[in-house]
């Protein structure tokens, strides 16, 4: 998310450019396809959450008047929403074939992910100085998750008597 920031670099004022729907459409997919990362945190890195809701909030206004919306309005959306789709089907073939090579890790990794966030929600608590709250976020985040990691894999491994 913080590369996605660095690259969005648009002023939320701004109109994105063209291109840059394309690309949200393809990083939103992956949002998507991954288990614990919101697409919608996504597209609000990458400034184009409410620049996308306002094309569709005015073009289904044109719609309820049975107006055509302008191409300045379903162009950025289109775009957006054909890359959307193009990068799902191919990052759900891609999860599939990982899956099917490396079901145990991707577990384990996807676990750890997700315990992971709750880094996230312990970063926001108060701190005297929010400087800080980014750096242990990733910090007590990437342990969690390492935690997580190693502590399926242990049980995994040695699965109780009675789980066979």
């Known amino acids: 998310i913080l590369g996605i920031e660095i690259l ?20 939103t997919s992956i949002a998507i396809i991954l288990p614990g990362v919101s697409a919608s945190l996504t597209l609000m890195a990458l400034n184009l959450f409410f620049p996308i809701i306002a094309l569709l909030k005015a073009s289904l206004e044109s719609f309820f008047v049975f107006s055509f919306p302008s191409w300045e ?7 957006f929403g054909l ?6 089907v191919v990052c759900a073939k891609t999860m599939k074939k990982m899956v099917s090579r490396h079901q145990e890790k991707l577990t384990f990794l996807s676990l750890g992910l997700i315990i992971a966030s709750i880094g996230a929600v312990i970063a926001e608590l108060p701190i005297s100085n929010h400087v800080l709250a980014l750096p242990w976020e990733i910090i007590l985040g990437t342990g969690l ?20």
């Open 73 to 79: 309005k379903i162009v950025p959306v289109g775009l």
């Open 145 to 164: 998750g390492i935690f997580t990691f190693f502590m399926l894999n242990l049980f995994i491994k040695q699965p109780p008597k009675h789980l066979g």
């Open 8 to 27: 969005a670099n648009i002023s939320r004022n701004t109109k994105p450019p063209l291109y840059w729907f394309a690309f949200g459409g393809l990083f």
């Open 83 to 88: 890359t959307l789709s193009i990068g799902i």
